[in-house]
């Protein structure tokens, strides 16, 4: 049972690049959300899904895209990577509506 | 809209204090959830409460306790007999009744040192 995974750990993008950050889980977790940390401005929530084929964007939307095709896997791309996107990318996952969220280990990204 | 506001940036302490990690939140939602989750230096995020809005009893585990009052919209946390283990950044978070799940609004979080 590996909880929630994501990879890669680090990743360092030129601007303009694109890539898709991934993450999966093992715990037949319905609810998916994938979350940056800035330093000074905690977690904010990039998009989130409720199941399988159902996403809904979140406070910091703009610049990335998310897909739920089957209820383990919920990759975050990024379409056109930007200086402002450099950050730490959490995916976290629950089995209920409001329960403690599951969190993977994170993906340090850096755009220059 | 929710907010969550930890006020207190940084908590330096010598080990076998008590601190206290304050949380204030703000939401219209009559039903809501609040956590706090716990970021050791590694990184990872850990998972510490859930209290819901109908509860207002303490809680207590170990040394860990947490103080909730719907009163003054607080949710309190605090470490008894502080260890350096114990240092890290706290996060408390807020979970409203918006009819879909796993949106918590965190707030800035408190990093806590402690030391010998």
């Known amino acids: 049972n590996a909880g929630v995974t994501q990879t890669p750990k680090f990743q360092v993008l030129k601007t303009g690049q694109s890539m898709t950050l991934q993450c999966a889980q093992d715990?037949?977790?319905?609810?998916m959300s994938w979350y940056r940390q800035d330093p000074g401005m905690g977690l904010r929530l990039i998009h989130y899904?409720?199941?399988?084929?159902?996403?809904d964007q979140g406070e910091v939307p703009n610049g990335y895209n998310v897909s739920r095709s089957t209820t383990e896997d919920f990759p975050l791309r990024l379409l056109s990577a930007a200086p402002s996107q450099t950050s730490v990318y959490f995916c976290?996952?629950?089995?209920?509506?409001?329960?403690?969220?599951?969190f993977g280990n994170g993906t340090r990204l850096t755009v220059t | 809209a929710q907010k969550v506001t930890q006020a207190q940036t940084e908590i330096s302490v010598v080990e076998k204090e008590d601190v206290t990690l304050d949380c204030v939140y703000e939401t219209r939602d009559t039903t809501y959830y609040l956590f706090w989750y716990k970021q050791p230096p590694s990184g990872e995020l850990v998972f510490l409460i859930r209290r819901n809005s109908f509860d207002e009893q303490n809680e207590i585990s170990g040394r860990y306790s947490w103080n909730f009052q719907k009163s003054t919209s607080s949710f309190n946390f605090t470490i008894t007999a502080s260890q350096v283990v114990d240092s890290a950044v706290y996060f408390c978070?807020?979970?409203?009744?918006?009819?879909?799940?796993?949106?918590?609004?965190f707030g800035t979080g408190t990093r806590l040192q402690v030391t010998l």
């Open positions: 978070a807020l979970s409203g009744n918006t009819g879909t799940a796993s949106k918590l609004t």
């Open positions: 715990m037949n977790h319905e609810y």
């Open positions: 976290a996952s629950s089995y209920e509506g409001f329960g403690p969220l599951h």
């Open positions: 899904s409720v199941g399988a084929g159902i996403t």
